[in-house]
């Protein structure tokens, strides 16, 4: 077996002694994974009691693919009924930014058609947005009405902010019809990729002068019926320069994703550009009230909830399948959240210590949900940081029911960016019922 490389930080799994390790290993039932990843993933199921890598044709119980494999195997694979793999065969209904558009806007219109417009209007979260070169002559009518403002471009299926610019001049965009910004390579392809043309968000909330995205963690265990858990940590991702509309050019003002700022001449590796997002929450309720910074969250989940039942009817559902979503969120000055983008794949390749111990946490607890040792009862409304938001409808908190329901519509069992106290809540949820050994 090929040896593969670990992320190089301390992975620190729940914290579990060597004597409390080798007894799991010893109780629990052997599961057989492949892991297509070589970054934390790795770390965490090597770490993780009882489950053992397998060769390149061994069979196994859980694979960690990346969407290449999927799209490659899927349809050509057998598997069993225990078995789990981390993507839905056609994930990108949600996760290809045109797609994820086109499903939004039907959704609005089936909302505003079965339950009038101020239903349709809880959809409003993402920026108007044109797919090129499909709606070229939409975008240039509209771009001409609203003349002045600013736009941004978006490679479909791209991430890391490759291939993503900003213009205010139609020129800009006839030059890139004309293959000006493709390299020869795609210049020989007779296929023209796909992009779409986004109205910017031309004023987001701002932190020291520097703009911010959220990314937020949001797993899908199935779509029919939709059940899906919002985890409690996250992160903003902080650009490296202050925010100005002036020079539009400049990637380091713009964009946030951490593989541009982290090319930025004067980034700092030691200091990063991330704040955990529980920081982040007590921020914003120093700064505002805790009332408004509740309904910004509770703004949030009306995003992710909606966004899922967008996609409901159109993701095939399969049992084996769940999903890991990368939710990028923006503020704007007024608090008010809009989707950016989802990924199907979001970057598990850690910045800093701290960074890797996040993700270390968003993973180990992710194989809990998935419960591959079979120690759920199915009935848990939270899973170490993750927390039941939809079951075939709204999941209420503790102290919350249709009674007391908040302006988004529901009172969602959700408490991102709250305090994860994880350890205790799997310590209490895994311990073995008197007379009862541990499974």
């Not at 007894?23 to 492949?34: F, S």
């Not at 196994?60 to 598997?79: I, P, S």
């Not at 921020?283 to 009230?289: E, I, P, R």
């Not at 079979?374 to 170490?384: I, M, N, Y």
Request: charged share 30%.
């Amino acid at each position: 077996m090929t040896k593969m490389k670990t992320s190089g930080f301390k992975c620190l799994y729940g914290n579990q002694t060597k004597g409390e390790r080798e007894r799991d290993r010893e109780e629990r039932p052997c599961v057989n994974y492949k892991c297509g990843l070589l970054n934390t993933i790795q770390d965490v199921l090597r770490q993780r009691p009882g489950w053992t890598e397998v060769k390149e044709e061994g069979e196994w119980d859980f694979n960690w693919c990346d969407v290449a494999w999927l799209r490659e195997n899927f349809d050509n694979t057998y598997m069993e009924e225990h078995v789990r793999i981390c993507h839905f065969r056609n994930h990108y209904e949600l996760t290809r930014k045109n797609f994820m558009v086109k499903n939004l806007k039907r959704y609005r219109k089936h909302l505003e058609r079965e339950a009038g417009r101020s239903e349709a209007a809880r959809c409003d979260f993402f920026p108007q947005t044109f797919e090129l070169p499909g709606e070229y002559h939409l975008f240039v009518e509209e771009f001409k009405r609203s003349a002045g403002g600013t736009w941004i471009m978006k490679p479909v299926a791209r991430s890391q902010g490759k291939g993503i610019f900003l213009f205010r001049k139609l020129k800009d965009i006839t030059d890139w019809k004309k293959d000006g910004t493709r390299s020869e390579e795609q210049k020989n392809d007779v296929h023209v990729e796909s992009y779409v043309a986004q109205r910017y968000i031309e004023n987001p909330y701002l932190i020291s002068g520097r703009k911010f995205d959220l990314r937020v963690y949001v797993m899908v265990t199935s779509y029919i019926p939709l059940k899906a858990w919002l985890y409690r940590d996250g992160f903003a991702r902080f650009s490296n320069t202050r925010f100005s509309l002036s020079s539009i050019d400049d990637q380091y003002v713009h964009l946030t994703n951490v593989a541009v700022q982290k090319t930025a001449p004067d980034y700092d590796p030691e200091k990063g550009c991330k704040w955990q997002i529980q920081q982040l929450r007590r921020y914003l309720t120093a700064k505002h009230s805790r009332e408004t910074v509740e309904t910004l969250f509770e703004e949030m989940d009306n995003v992710f909830v909606r966004s899922l039942l967008s996609v409901q009817k159109v993701v095939i559902n399969d049992k084996h399948c769940f999903e890991l979503y990368g939710y990028d969120v923006l503020l704007d000055d007024c608090l008010k959240p809009w989707l950016i983008e989802v990924n199907a794949s979001p970057s598990l390749t850690a910045s800093s210590q701290e960074d890797y111990e996040m993700k270390c946490r968003v993973l180990e607890d992710t194989l809990h949900v998935v419960d591959m040792e079979a120690r759920l009862t199915g009935r848990e409304k939270r899973v170490g940081g993750y927390d039941l938001m939809w079951n075939d409808g709204p999941v209420y908190r503790e102290d919350a029911g249709p009674e007391t329901l908040s302006s988004s519509g529901f009172t969602a069992n959700t408490h991102l960016g709250c305090v994860n106290d994880r350890k205790r809540q799997l310590r209490q949820m895994f311990k073995p019922l008197p007379g009862h050994k541990r499974i």
